[in-house]
């Protein structure tokens, strides 16, 4: 888990997880604070991992409620939709239509998706 962190991670920036022993190994170079949910304590002033935990939920429902399965192949494209939708999630629709219009570039056609 720490060679993944390194490379997706900037050195210095704030992690906020759970007591996860793996997760004891990432103080050094980064500002890492835990939260013990063995104690049921889910906040600590800035604290927590409920916004990780929500992005994981919308992502799992969506993948159970609309896509049902997901292939290894396509992984990056079912994260980058969900992750889109979670970053979004405050915008008016008025603003994620128009945000969506300005995105797109090109069609995807069917024979370079399953390529």
Same mark, same amino acid.
């Given at each position: 888990m720490v060679p993944f962190v390194k490379q997706y991670v900037n050195i210095g920036? !704030? +992690?906020y997880t759970d007591e996860y022993r793996s997760y004891r190994k990432l103080g050094g170079e980064y500002g890492h604070e835990t939260i013990n949910h063995t104690l049921k304590l889910y906040v600590n002033g800035d604290i927590h991992t409920n916004t990780i935990e929500n992005f994981w939920s919308v992502l799992k429902r969506g993948i159970y409620g609309i896509y049902h /399965?997901? /292939?290894e192949k396509h +992984? =990056?494209?079912? +994260?980058n939709e969900f992750s889109g939708r979670f970053n979004e999630r405050k915008a008016s =629709?008025?603003? !994620?239509f128009e945000k969506f219009l300005t995105q797109s570039e090109k069609r995807l056609k069917y024979k370079n998706l399953i390529a």
């Open positions: 920036a !704030k +992690l /399965s997901v /292939s +992984l =990056e494209r079912y +994260l =629709e008025q603003a !994620k």
